[in-house]
């Protein structure tokens, strides 16, 4: 089992690279299931910084015309979710009547949804769908059924394939877990 350090914490293989491409693959398929043959150009959200990878890797597979916009929210600060969820950069694009499928690395207490998705509906968004890499079910606080999940898993905090501990390790291409033994 591989181990990377990451500042003052120890973090060992949780989900290897071939498992994230597998759920990526079916998540794809679903999405595009739904999307086929769609004659509007619906608006993939990526929520940077954390889904900038799946983003990428979902966009590729989808064989349906979309637009990418980008948004920038912050929940948390090192290992601690916060309740407050904080706008960074808003919208890079007018999503007024279009069909948003929000690209969410992961889901976990809900807040950061809930607040795009309020967003959105401001915003004019003419339906949104959630598509996440990862679904924490057990930490979820919110009445909240993503439409695409690619894997569940328990409430542990994790990094890799774009999930971070203050902004490091987001570029390493399995998902680690803290090890609680290091």
């Keep these: 089992m591989e181990r990377v350090r990451l500042f003052d914490k120890t973090f060992k293989t949780f989900i290897p690279n071939e498992e994230i491409e ?9 999405v595009n ?3 086929r043959g769609c004659t509007d150009i619906p608006i993939l959200l990526c929520v940077l ?6 983003t990428a ?5 989808l064989d349906f015309n979309c637009e990418v916009v980008s948004i920038k929210l912050s929940s948390y ?3 601690e979710r916060g309740e407050k969820v904080r706008q960074m950069m808003g919208l890079t694009a007018d999503i007024t009547g279009r069909r948003v499928i929000i690209v969410e690395d992961i889901v976990d207490s809900g807040n950061t949804i809930m607040e795009l998705r309020k967003i959105l509906a401001e915003k004019g968004a ?3 769908y959630i598509c996440t890499m990862l679904l924490k079910p057990e930490s979820c606080r919110k009445d909240l059924h993503p439409e695409y999940v690619a894997m569940e898993i328990p409430n542990d905090f994790i990094v890799g394939f774009g999930l971070d501990y203050n902004e490091i390790g987001r570029n390493l291409k399995d998902i680690y877990v803290l090890d609680p033994d290091a």
């Design 22 to 30: 597998k759920a990526i693959d079916n998540v794809a398929a679903k």
């Design 33 to 35: 299931a739904d999307f």
């Design 49 to 54: 910084n954390g889904s900038i990878l799946f």
């Design 57 to 61: 890797e979902l966009m590729k597979r």
């Design 77 to 79: 600060s090192g290992t």
């Design 126 to 128: 003419a339906a949104s």
